[in-house]
Structures are given as C-alpha cells and as structure tokens.
C-alpha cells in the first residue's frame, strides 16, 4: 500500500478531492460565482490550512468531535475546496494536497468520535488518496493506523491488524517515535486477536522506540508514554490480564497532559469498567467520578458510549451508598437518554 500518484490522478488531477463528502455542491457554487474567485494560490494559503487544522485539532481533545467536526468541515467546503482548484506552482499544489489530506484525516477521525463511522471511512479514504497525490507518508501511514484505531474499537480485530500492518509497511524509514506510534497499535491489534507472541513482541518494539524517542526529545501533541502505556493496558486486558491492564491504564493517566481532556474522560471510564470487573466497586466509582469531572465540558460518542455502559454496570449496585451516590450525580449531569 505505498503511497503513490498512479491510479490516484487517473481521472485528473484534484478528482478525489472533489468527491469529498458535501463538496461537489459547494464546487458548483464556486463555479457559478465567478466573481472574486481565487485562481492562484502560494505557501501563505498552505501555511492556513496547516494551522487551521492544528487549532481544530486542539479543540478536538478539549471538547470533543461533535464540537470540532462541523468546523473542520465548512472549512474545508468553504476554503478547502477553492485552494484545490487554484492555479499554483508544483511545490505549493503538493504542500496543499498534503495539507488537505491532513485535515481530512483529522475530520475522519473527528466523526470517529461521533460514532458515524461510514462517514469517517469516505474521509479517511479521500485522505489517504490525497495524501498519496501529494507523496506525503506521514499523512498516509497516519490515516492508515486511524483506521486499524476505528477498526479495533468496533471489535473487528484482523481488519484492524491488517490496517496497522499496511501502516507500519508503509513507514520503513519511520523515526522512533512514529516507530513507537505504529507499533503500539501494531500490539493493540495483535492482542484483540488473541495473538500473544506477535502483541507481546510489537509492545517490546513500541517501548524501545519511545525510549530512544524520549531520549532526544519529548514534543508536546504527539504519541508519549501516557499513549503508550494506553497500549500495554489495551494488550494485557485483550491478553487475559486485568489486573496489569489497570495498571497500565491509571499509569496513562498519570502522565496524560492535562489538555487532552476527551480522552481522559473515555479513559478513566474505560479503567473503572476494569477495577469493577475486578471487583474494586469503590476503586471504580472514585474513577467515575473523576471522568465525571470533565464530561459535561465533552461533547463526544465515545464518551457518551462510556457513560452508557457506567449506567449499566452501576445498576446492580445501587445499594451500595457509594454507587448510588454515583449514579445520582451521573443521573445529574449526562443526558437522560444515556441512563436507559
């Protein structure tokens, strides 16, 4: 699955872009109002859309997808679309098409989130067509673990070990850390099919490569060891061990950096699910509660998903004045549709 522009410019140049959910309308509204079209386009537009997609980005791990998504997408309807089609010189059409393919992988991963995964599929495609356009394998090897992530989320493990697989391929020359970001999911994949050797040997790898990562830096944004400790929890719970993967679930938490407020939220809900299946009803309820702490400031399916199924595991307890009191308070705060 190498990135390549064969069979991606077939049928001209900006095709795939074009059939970008919601664009071709848009497309001939452009058309139809010729007046102040942009027809030429320079690194400066480039440079915008980069760092559009970095702040929608940051929005999206305070608030949650379904605050970010819409944003992302009237951008690219609006913006997006007309850069495409403008006249510009070669290196500036590929840092756009590079540029586009990031935020369309972004806007895939948001719908994610949202739970509307046919959406997310046409964008993560149209992505990594865009991407291959552009020779750009960062994007490309990105959108490809974004969709081992969608995949082993919905349980579908060898489709998510075939995606992961195809991203690491697609990577040879990756860095540590984009080593330790393939491989982690690499592991996830592998345990959800209940291949032990090949989990265990891909977390090793994830592990030696964030060491070296973490040796010559730590940038803020990208996989870190909360991510990676995310991982080993996700191996030991689909390997059989509960007790390690709530270790290394209350070990992410830790070391999360306080902005990524979304997925403290569907985490720490995912580690109470855990001390509850221990049967550490206390433990898990405190761990609610701080995931109830964020949640009304994250507007996200996921985490809506997990406070449903906190609903229903609580409901046989509710005897128990901790319980109870937790319910209440949740009763209090989520949407009333969530309580079943």
Known sequence: MEPSRRGVLGA??????????????????????????????????????????????????????????????????????????????????????????????????MAVDEGLHGLAQRYYIKALELAGAAEDHLTYCTTLRGMSVQAVDLGHGTKAMQLADAAAAASPQAGPRMRAFLAGQQAHAAAQTGDRVSAMRFIREAETAMDRAESRSAPFGSYDPSSLNYHISQVRYGLGDVSGAVESMQQSDRLRFGVYRRARVRHRATLAERQLELGHLEAACATWNQALDDYPMVQSGRADDRVRAMFGLLRPHVKNPTARDLYNRARGIAPSALAG
Not at 36 to 43: E, F, Q
Not at 51 to 70: K, N
């Open 12 to 109: 001209g140049l900006f095709s795939v872009a074009l059939t970008i959910p919601g664009w071709p309308d848009v497309i001939g509204r452009a058309e139809a109002a010729q007046s102040g079209r942009l027809s030429r386009i320079g690194m400066s537009e480039v440079d915008m859309v980069v760092a559009m997609t970095e702040r929608v980005s940051d929005l999206d791990d305070q608030f949650g997808g379904r605050h970010a998504r819409p944003m992302a997408a009237s951008f690219m309807v609006n913006t997006v679309a007309a850069y495409l089609r403008a006249d510009a010189p070669t290196p500036v059409r590929q840092a756009m098409l590079s540029a586009a393919s990031d935020l369309l992988y972004l806007t895939g991963y």
